[in-house]
């Protein structure tokens, strides 16, 4: 945990790191959730994340593997990180960054521009791999717990350095 004395991007960081973990975990179990009730399969959509690397044959895996679903996490975890870090720094001057109305307002936001980069703006072998197995339904409430994971993550944060007496920013 950053103290007083650290650098407002030591404290970004750190929360890009635990509200990155945070929606990462709660969109990954989002992801399982989905991939076990409309496929049989829990993994097969974190295992797609990872065609980045190995191409279309990812977006067949069904089953936990090193190659796939290790992979398909760390890409996933990855990325929930960069997306918390740019919410992070957007919130960091924010005159209601403790509130948490704003917090999980904003990183509906957050998490609404990063579907929208997923699937609009990023080229086809770098999108998120899971679409093509999950129904548009699931695909956005994956987002949606991205958002609460993101939200939840920042606000501990923030949280515990008002507890503390110690500046977020």
């Known amino acids: 945990m950053p103290d007083s004395s650290t650098s407002p991007r030591k404290a970004l960081l750190y929360e890009a790191l635990i509200a990155g973990s945070c929606a990462s975990l709660l969109s990954t179990l989002a992801l399982a959730w989905a991939g076990h009730r ?3 399969s829990a993994v097969a ?14 977006l067949r895996q069904r089953a936990v593997t090193r190659r796939h679903t290790l992979l398909g996490y760390a890409i996933h975890h990855g990325a929930s990180i960069w997306w918390a870090a740019l919410h992070a720094a957007a919130m960091q ?9 704003a917090v999980l307002a904003s990183a509906a936001v957050t998490s609404a521009i990063a ?3 997923d699937f609009k703006c990023t080229p086809e072998r770098f999108t998120p791999g899971f ?3 999950l129904s548009h339904r699931s695909v956005a409430g994956v987002y949606a717990l991205f958002a609460v994971g ?5 606000l501990a ?10 500046p977020s920013d």
């Open 38 to 40: 409309e496929l049989r």
């Open 93 to 101: 001057r924010h005159r209601l960054h403790h509130e948490p109305a």
């Open 115 to 117: 579907c929208v980069v």
């Open 157 to 166: 944060v923030r949280g515990r350095h008002a507890a503390q007496g110690e």
């Open 150 to 154: 993101l939200a939840l993550g920042a």
């Open 131 to 133: 679409e093509h197995h």
């Open 45 to 58: 959509p974190v295992n797609a994340v990872s065609h980045w690397r190995w191409g279309r044959p990812a």
